[in-house]
């Protein structure tokens, strides 16, 4: 019988974090959140608002603030690729959940993003996407549970590959 644990996805824009989760979601029966989203409701304001608005650190602190305080069970959560700068966030996500980091290589994430601006990537003045890929992925695989290579998987594929190792991961 699975756990009442949620399943955290964290990884750069554009890897697919909260297609892959809507998918994930429905394959386990759980709830879907994306905490971007969460952000936007609570503060009242679009990412890239809150970010012109009150600059990164601003951003962070909100979002750092919002997602260490996400309470929910048996809920597949899409988080945004800046919440690993958030120690408290990711503190009370990994005690909720299993931290599932979402990888493809730098070049494919490149393809899938358009205007980092309107995405509201947390990405500072002068900084090259390369720059803050290299910088974040240490962080991802030392707060992942599970790492997933998705390149060469479909939506599905992936969806389906995370479900086996969780489910994996609770009989043992």
Known sequence: MMNLKNIVLIGMPGCGKSTVGVVLAKALGYRFLDSDLVIQEEDGRLLSEIIDEEGLEGFNRIE?????????????????????????????????????????????????????????VSIKDGQTLRELYDERVPLYEGYADIIIDEHGRTISETALYIKDMILGSDRK
């Open 64 to 120: 750092n603030e919002i997602n260490s305080r996400i309470n929910v069970k048996k809920t597949v959560i899409a988080t945004g690729g800046s919440v690993i700068y958030g120690k408290e966030a990711m503190k009370h996500l990994k005690e909720t959940g299993t931290v599932v980091y979402i990888r493809l290589p730098y070049e494919e994430i490149e393809n899938r993003l358009g205007d980092l601006h309107n995405r509201g």
